[in-house]
């Protein structure tokens, strides 16, 4: 191996370049919407149900509110807040979700505001990504790009995304 360095070197950059983005954060504009690194925690096979996780951000004067969302992943896709009362804890549907320009959503596993993916069409398998279209009221549609990863590098990576 010693004897070809220049080799070596050009292998493994050859091989960096082409494993998929999957760590590299991810966001998207849209009018005065900032969203950022959407992604989704892997489920076991056979599992029924999911979490999408991203976070909204509005840049502009007017609050947008999240009043829905759809994927091809999932036969349902459902907006959930999740609590913890004497130790119980609570996941339950909301209506919408309202976005203030003084109060960005940033969505992570383990509690708050998530996307429940209802009737999985098939696994989430790490490294996997798939579509999901936002549904805003006033704003209409938004369609960001899912990326599967556990749930410490995908909070990592979004939490990335306000480090500046």
Known sequence: MTRHPLRLA????LTI??????AAAHEQQAEDLRIAHPFATPTPPGAMSGGAYLDIEVTGDRPAVLVGAHSPASDVVEIHNMT????????????????????PVRMRPGGGHHLM???LRGPL????HFPLTLEFAERGEVEVEVWVQNAAEGSAAADGHHAH
């Open 125 to 128: 398998a790490e490294g996997d």
């Open 17 to 22: 370049g082409l494993l998929p983005p999957l």
């Open 84 to 103: 913890m009362t004497d130790g119980t804890m609570r996941m339950r549907p909301v209506p919408e979700l309202r976005i203030t320009p003084d109060a």
């Open 117 to 119: 993916l209802i009737d």
């Open 10 to 13: 050009a292998a493994c950059l």
